[in-house]
């Protein structure tokens, strides 16, 4: 936490920096989160940082990545306070920000070690498991997996994690669940997509990712389409990067698969919302 | 109440020093607007209901009980271990209040909400500033009050990323010449009040597991108590006693868990079944999630020495989303009286059972004494969250009346026969559910924003909450990488169409005497005085003098920003009665302005954004002190 909180001052610092650049070499500035992998990393490892360097050659700009913690208010601090111009992923249709055509599409997945009987629906659960989920009402939000969790009653079961945060001898933040996994302190979670296919090859033990059953119905949607978020008045640099991500299509999927990212069979949060 | 990140570092440095009005600004303008008055309501006296009708209203009032000091020191933010904030100092008096003037002001360089409230002991003036915690003692035998000395404690930055609400604190406390208080990041310290020189200190709360503290301490015989913050977090709540002179812990009780650390024995005796079983902190939850449960003790903690009883209440339960913790959630969002030597527990009333709506039971508890029906009675007054007034026989714990004290309709009332809170369902959050004009909204029809009781009039006086809000349609969120969908809560004014509202109780009718309407949530404490005063302040920065029998506004001054803290009055060393204010906005309401939030996400600081898009229109952060007295 405290790393993030530096951080802040550091957004603060750059703000009139890059106001008085901006006459001289475009520049495309990148709000991101500096330590959430697999998505953004200020060591520019996250697969966020690779596809933002793709489309910013593309758009014949110099990236630059202002670091604040992805968390509530993300939006609000960074992209709206003008600090920076566009936000690498978000969910399409979010009501804060004007996003472009989704990229990549990913769900919540189950994640067991291998060896054990798969699990691939809400369906296949059964009392008694110890279930992992994250954000587990910590700053007044649960997960898509934890609604559907306690609509089927299961909340004995259940066992939270945070998303941000590090805690010594737990991994990168994302990463304390699928510790959880693998050390057999839970027998299943439920992750989304991104973060459970990198960090399913990077455990002590191999772990088996099966992406929500599509078919089942849920009380909220487990299927999101992400794009890229811009300010909702900046038609232009959203145009932009839909010409941008068209194009770039094929090299970012590649560079996704890379990062073992689950990309269920095509389906909209429309299609699925109840 | 949630976090909100770090704000603090964003509007570092840009507020603190600005020229402050001195006297001769406080007259008011026949040209005010009539927006800028306060608006009074008075005598609209509501028919009464339930077992205070059969009570002789027009002769029975409750009194203070002996051990309600009301002398000339202000030792205690409460002044009193009973909590009623009643000075008896008559020298400033409803004949003579609109000569009042402003007599000295101190700036304290910081731009967070300041709720303290000033402490006066001897010939000094002692106060704590919201994050990074400065104390200081100003010296009231020199002219123009100088600085005596200050204390800078070491407090951990992060812990401001942590603190859900403001990096806010409610004051310090004074015993035996010493001052204890807490800091943001967990610490309680005890100084020498003369010199400022450390005597203890106590690592309590643990910032990583995102507890924090800002209560103001209580000290109980030998023994200061305290607790921590941070019930959002998943923190599990709990209170401690330590010995004032070494700081070492007496005893220490969870809000939940097994009775064995909840400090539940063969002492506990509660009124109500409901309150009764076994291990009900554990199993009044789904397993483990106790461990998590909240129910910390960041409210006003009063004492009956004659008792030996202290008495405090219980924050929210968490996780917030109620639908992962099915059951009554023990033992939050209700009030605990404790024996004071050993923490055991007396009773326990749970006044919001398995709380959906945030409604902490933190509130303080003002005891005083009461014939009621006929039977001579000791009672603590509790104005919840909820939006009740509840009366509570402190030695039992019977519920004696709670009448509504605001716009309620997530609740029909209260059973006095079980002691349960009828909930309405309509009105029940549930995840996927649209639901509007929830009232109170989250902060409760009043949050800590302490109530006084004048020991003349019988009358209880609340700075409070008009607010109610809506849960909006499922919107994708994300947080981390991880998207989401939930309700939005948008906070918004009750009916009327102001958010706050300064009130006088009359609690054997359980209806209200006369209400100010105020455009903003009251959000600062309430004082009470034997000159037939109330004075309270506003957030758009009026401290207001008000005839605590009429209800008519007496005199007024504006301060440099808008009134979140506790006014105080005491004697000064040259005899004469002062009155003191801490001004500085900010606060969970106050945060748009403290936090610089952008107005445009109204679901900033969990929806209060919503509900208070205008403040920056009236007023601007910077905290000082202000003390007031007659020419």
């Keep these: 936490m405290s790393l993030a909180c530096r951080s802040w001052l550091l957004i603060l610092a750059a703000v009139p920096l890059a106001a008085a650049s901006a006459a001289d070499a475009r520049e495309l ?29 593309e758009i014949g700009a110099e990236v630059t990545f202002v670091w604040a913690p992805q968390w509530r208010g993300f939006v609000r601090k960074t992209l709206r306070a003008k600090a920076c111009d566009v936000i690498p992923g978000i969910p399409a249709g979010i009501d804060r920000a004007r996003t472009t055509r989704p990229y990549y599409t990913s769900s919540y997945v189950f994640v067991t070690r291998r060896g054990r009987a798969p699990i691939r629906s809400f369906a296949d659960l059964s009392k008694g498991m110890a279930i992992g989920v994250q954000l587990i009402g910590d700053d007044g939000v649960n997960s898509p997996p934890v609604e559907e969790l306690a609509a089927r009653g299961y909340t004995s079961e259940l066992k939270g994690y945070m998303a941000w945060g590090r805690v010594p001898d737990k991994g990168a933040p994302h990463e304390q669940i699928m510790m959880a996994v693998a050390d057999g302190t839970v027998d299943v979670a439920v992750v989304w997509g991104p973060p459970a296919g990198y960090f399913a090859t990077r455990e002590a033990v191999p772990l088996d990712v099966h992406p929500v059953d599509a078919n089942e119905k849920t009380v909220v949607p487990m299927t999101f389409e992400i794009g890229m978020g811009v300010r909702r008045d900046d038609e232009d640099l959203a145009k932009e990067l839909d010409a941008a991500l068209v194009k770039l299509a094929p090299e970012i999927r590649s560079l996704l698969d890379s990062y073992g990212l689950p990309q269920p069979a095509r389906k909209s949060r429309a299609e699925l919302a109840p | 109440m949630l976090r909100i990140p770090c704000i603090v570092s964003i509007v570092a440095g840009s507020a603190a020093l600005f020229a402050y009005p001195v006297a001769a600004q406080d007259a008011p303008s026949p040209s005010a607007g009539p927006s800028e008055k306060a608006s009074v309501q008075p005598l609209s006296v509501k028919p009464l209901r339930g077992p205070a009708a059969d009570a002789t209203a027009t002769t ?58 000033p402490v006066v002991v001897g010939s000094t003036l002692y106060f704590v500033t919201p994050y990074p915690n400065v104390v200081y003692a100003l010296d009231l035998g020199q002219p123009g009050f100088p600085m ?33 208080f807490n800091t943001l990041d967990g610490q309680t310290y005890a100084l020498n009040a003369e010199t400022g020189e450390e005597i203890w200190r106590r690592q309590l709360a643990d910032i990583k597991q995102g507890e924090t503290m800002t209560m103001a301490p209580l000290v109980a015989k030998d023994k200061v108590i305290v607790g921590n913050s941070g019930g959002e977090m998943g923190v599990r709540g709990w209170a401690q006693a330590l010995h004032v002179a070494t700081g070492e812990t007496a005893w220490k009780a969870y809000s939940t868990g097994p009775d064995e650390e909840v400090l539940i024995g063969a002492e506990y005796e509660p009124f109500y079944d409901q309150e009764k079983g076994e291990n009900l902190g554990v199993t009044t939850w789904p397993t483990d999630m106790w461990k998590t449960g909240g129910g910390t003790v960041w409210g006003w903690i009063s004492h009956d020495p004659d008792l030996n009883l202290v008495y405090y209440g219980t924050s929210n339960p968490g996780p917030w989303n109620s639908s992962v913790r099915p059951g009554a959630n023990k033992y939050t969002a209700g009030i605990f009286a404790r024996d004071v030597d050993t923490g055991q527990a007396r009773w326990f009333y ?58 309620v309709n997530s609740s029909h009332g209260v059973d006095l026969k079980t002691g349960a809170l009828i909930y309405n369902t309509d009105k029940r959050p549930e995840t996927g559910k649209k639901v509007t004009d929830i009232c109170p909204a989250p902060p409760g029809a009043k949050d800590w924003q302490p109530a006084a009781f004048s020991h003349d009039t019988g009358l209880f006086y609340i700075p409070h909450n008009n607010l109610c809000m809506d849960l909006v349609e499922q919107e994708v969120g994300y947080i981390a990488g991880t998207p989401y969908v939930g309700a939005d809560v948008w906070m918004k004014p009750g009916p009327g169409g102001h958010r706050g509202e300064f009130s006088a109780w009359d609690m054997v009718a359980g209806a209200e005497v006369w209400t100010i309407n105020e455009r903003f949530p009251v959000w600062s404490g309430a004082l009470a005085t034997a000159g037939n005063l109330v004075f309270y302040g506003t957030m758009e920065g009026w401290f207001r003098a008000i005839d605590a029998t009429t209800g008519e506004e007496l005199w007024r001054f504006r301060t440099g920003s808008g009134i979140i803290g506790q006014p105080t009055t005491w004697q000064g060393p040259d005899g004469k009665q002062y009155v003191s204010v801490l001004s500085g906005v900010g606060g969970w309401a106050g945060a748009i302005v403290s936090g610089n939030i952008d107005a445009r996400d109204g679901t900033a600081a969990l929806g209060f954004v919503n509900a208070m898009k205008d403040l920056p229109d009236y007023t601007t952060a910077g905290g000082a002190l202000y003390v007031f007295g007659l020419p």
Excluded at chain 2, 93 to 98: I, L, Q, T
Excluded at chain 2, 362 to 383: C, F, M, Q, S, T
Aim: hydrophobic content about 40%.
């Design chain 2, 60 to 117: 029975v009032k409750p009194r203070a009980p002996a051990f309600a000091d009301s002398g000339p020191e202000w030792i205690t933010p409460g002044k009193n271990q009973a909590h009623t904030r009643y000075s008896a100092l008559t020298e400033i008096n409803a004949g003579n209040v609109a000569n009042m003037r402003a007599v000295s002001t101190f700036s304290t360089g910081l731009s967070a909400g300041h709720e303290a409230a």
């Design chain 1, 29 to 57: 500035r990148v709000c991101a989160d500096p330590d959430n992998m697999p998505f953004s990393h200020q060591s520019g490892e996250g697969f966020e940082n690779k596809v933002m360097a793709l489309v910013a050659r």
């Design chain 2, 350 to 407: 749970q006044m919001s059972p398995h709380d959906v709506s945030d409604y902490d039971g933190v509130n303080e508890n003002i005891l005083v004494d009461i014939e009621w029906n006929g039977k001579e009675r000791k009672v603590l007054a509790h104005p919840d969250r909820n939006g009740h007034f509840y009366v509570i026989d402190r030695e039992t714990g019977e519920v004696l009346s709670a009448e509504p004290f605001h716009a």
């Design chain 2, 148 to 180: 005596k000395w200050k204390f800078e404690p070491k407090v951990v930055a992060a812990s401001q990323g942590m603190a859900c609400c403001d990096i806010v604190n409610r004051g310090v406390v004074f015993d035996n010449g010493r001052i204890f």
